[in-house]
């Protein structure tokens, strides 16, 4: 496999479920984020990883909990969601330093809480 | 301020149209600039790195100008295949800090 895959595509849960969003990453890149898309919004930055540390936490909620336990993989825990969290949930890789090559993102999980 | 504004949508052309979207960003210390673009419900995907001298790709061209801290990209010819959403993404350090704005919505039409 190549790029940046994401499991699942689709995921529907109800607000009192626990859910993980997957996300791997085979470009040996040392970097992985999550990002938030809502409809008509630009992608909020949630967390970063460099180098399998955690380096940033955008203020997000803490019913988001990520994991990051290699450099090649990365979670998203979720827990009591609330309908607004529902939106598409990108996973982005890069090579930190490395300026002008950008990210690659995952298809994306499209989350649905009901 | 948002930190990297672009121009509101929705943009309409016709085929074979020239067509130029704007961004401005608010960090003068940015490094790295891009342009993605984002097909309805599928993930951004980088469209050209942004560099200082301008450059080109086929019918795109995107220009940088630090001092006015704005970007631009030029579609040529447009082709029904350009419709998609563009967005403005412009990296604050170390190329692991990226802003997105929030897209330019282009729409050819034949």
């Known amino acids: 496999e190549t790029g940046v895959t994401q499991t699942p595509r689709h995921l529907v849960m109800g607000m009192t479920n626990k859910k993980s969003l997957k996300c791997e990453q085979h470009?040996?890149?040392?970097?992985m984020y999550w990002y938030k898309q809502s409809a008509k919004k630009p992608l909020e930055l949630m967390f970063v990883?460099?180098?399998?540390?955690?380096?940033e936490n955008n203020s997000v909620p803490s019913r988001f909990s990520p994991e990051c336990p290699n450099s090649s993989h990365l979670f998203l825990h979720l827990h009591t969601l609330q309908p607004e969290d529902s939106a598409l949930y990108l996973c982005?890789?890069?090579?930190?330093?490395?300026?002008?090559?950008?990210?690659?993102f995952g298809s994306g999980t499209r989350l649905t809480v009901v | 301020r948002k930190e990297v504004e672009q121009d509101p949508g929705p943009f309409n052309v016709p085929e074979g149209a020239t067509v130029a979207f704007n961004c401005t960003y608010s960090?003068?210390?940015?490094?790295?600039f891009f342009w993605y673009r984002q097909d309805c419900r599928k993930e951004p995907k980088l469209l050209m790195s942004?560099?200082?001298s301008g450059n080109e790709d086929g019918r795109f061209t995107a220009q940088l100008n630090r001092a006015s801290q704005y970007i631009s990209l030029l579609i040529r010819d447009s082709k029904l295949s350009d419709s998609a959403t563009y967005l403005c993404?412009?990296?604050?350090?170390?190329?692991?800090?990226?802003?997105f704005g929030a897209g330019t919505r282009l729409t050819v039409k034949p």
């Open positions: 982005a890789s890069s090579q930190v330093s490395t300026a002008g090559y950008g990210y690659t």
């Open positions: 470009l040996g890149h040392n970097a």
């Open positions: 990883y460099s180098l399998e540390e955690r380096v």
């Open positions: 960090n003068s210390a940015s490094q790295s």
């Open positions: 942004v560099y200082s």
């Open positions: 993404v412009v990296g604050e350090r170390n190329n692991n800090d990226m802003r």
